[in-house]
């Protein structure tokens, strides 16, 4: 059971044959094949595996307990995702699992391999939904209401999916289980590959958010409507598309995007009545509120401009994270000085590090890209994490 054979196995489930790559979101057909792989996978090592009130699974080595060493990742993508953000750290969580039994290791500190849940917000929204239910970091409510593309709120499709609608959110019992969090992730970036090295530890996150714009104007027809007359929500919505980008310029390291627009009714020979715009906005420290101020401003304006209503919703933001700093060292020092990098990608190992020490592996990605099919890391480069996450996993859990 190597890392990439377990790949290997799932190189089929989800494959998005419009977009490419792979589109495995939240409790939809392919993750829950997903899913039953794992928890086949898991039982075959002999580990006992549970969901959670919020759809996490835990696989236990041993008997659940507090203090507990746990690794893990996410198995849903992005829309036409890459293989490995999500599966590389629950495949080489199980790998590991399964060399250091081969090797006759038993854990002292009781030990569980996670999956999260919605990792990547495709279907509802808002990323690390079920790291963030399970650390109390959304509100429960919010969370049960939110609503994928067809209408189907999150909690529906929770109850689909076999779960208790009212018991979904904060989880103090489990989360205090949890000693540290450790998390192995393609790296998102070309930070390994410069630095020629196979494997790193992560650093710091940072600050990042969802906002959705929606311009509301006058729906009508495309052939009998004068320029003059038209409230046409397209305008502003493309004015704000360029705002991002330049305004983005003027912060210091920022990266802010618009990847989804939607004009409804979205017909050729239609004048659209809204059009909903999604920005996704990453400011190193405390400058993306005010860059999205700043991009709601020249919104604004040329929604009015235009004849058009503006209103924006924020959907999620998290702070700038910093890596627990003993548990760096550790790893560091564990796995001889690998090189320590920053992501601008977000993961639940950064909601956990709010309550639990907390760290990260990335593995080198000579394609540099992500949330892309050209997402890619080499068989030796998998098998090389796979090895360190045994290692530190074997350290921390003696
Ligand atoms: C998750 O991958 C994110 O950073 O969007
Ligand atoms: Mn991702
Ligand atoms: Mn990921
Ligand atoms: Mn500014």
């Given amino acids: 059971m ?18 490419g790559g792979y589109s495995r979101h939240a409790f939809d057909a392919p993750e829950h094949d997903l899913r039953t792989w794992f928890v086949e996978r898991a039982q075959r090592l002999g580990l006992d595996v549970e969901t959670d009130r919020n759809g996490n ?66 279907r509802f929204g808002v990323p690390c939904l079920g790291s963030r239910l399970l650390t109390g970091t959304i509100d429960a409510d919010k969370a049960r209401g939110l609503r994928d593309q067809s209408g189907v709120t999150f909690a529906e499709a929770a109850v689909k ?28 970036g070309r930070g390994l590959v410069d630095l020629g090295r196979p494997v790193a530890v992560g650093s710091t996150v940072i600050a990042h958010g969802r906002w959705r714009f929606s311009f509301e104007g006058q729906g009508n027809h495309a052939g009998a409507t004068l320029i003059a007359d038209r409230a046409d929500p397209m305008l502003p919505a493309a004015e704000t598309v360029v705002a991002v980008r330049r305004l983005a310029r003027t912060h210091a390291d920022a990266r802010a995007t618009v990847g989804r627009l939607v004009p409804t009714p979205g017909g050729t020979n239609v004048i659209a009545s809204t059009v909903d715009l999604w920005l996704d906005a990453r400011v190193p420290g405390t400058g993306t509120p005010e860059l999205v101020e700043e991009i709601r401003q020249a919104a604004g304006a040329a929604a009015e401009a235009e004849g058009c209503r503006l209103a ?37 190992a950064a909601i956990l590090s709010g309550f639990v020490p907390a760290g990260m592996l ?27 996450l045994a290692e530190v996993l074997e350290r921390l859990a003696a």
């Avoid at 076999?162 to 393609?186: I, N, Q, S, Y």
């Fill in 362 to 388: 990335y593995v080198r990605n000579p394609t540099g890209i992500s949330h892309s099919p050209e997402e890619f890391a080499e068989v030796d480069d998998v098998e090389t994490g796979a090895r360190a």
């Fill in 2 to 19: 190597t890392a990439s054979g377990l790949l290997e196995e799932i190189a089929d489930v989800g494959r998005d044959g419009k977009r």
């Fill in 161 to 188: 999916s076999g779960l208790d609608a009212e018991r979904l959110g904060a989880d103090p019992d489990r989360l205090a289980l949890v000693g540290r969090f450790l998390e192995l992730h393609v790296e998102q």
């Fill in 57 to 122: 699974l835990w696989a236990w080595w041993g008997a659940p307990g507090p203090d507990a060493v746990v690794t893990g990742s996410h198995l849903d993508s992005v829309p036409g995702g890459g293989a490995f953000d999500g599966p590389l750290g629950v495949a080489s969580a199980l790998a590991a699992v399964e060399s250091l039994q081969r090797k006759g290791f038993r854990p002292v500190k009781p030990f569980a391999v996670v999956v999260f849940a919605e990792e990547e917000g495709g």
């Fill in 312 to 348: 924006v919703t924020r959907e999620s933001y998290s702070d700038d994270v910093v890596f627990d700093a003993g548990l760096r060292r550790d790893l560091g020092g564990w796995l001889g000085d690998p090189p320590e990098l920053p992501t601008g990608a977000g993961h639940d």
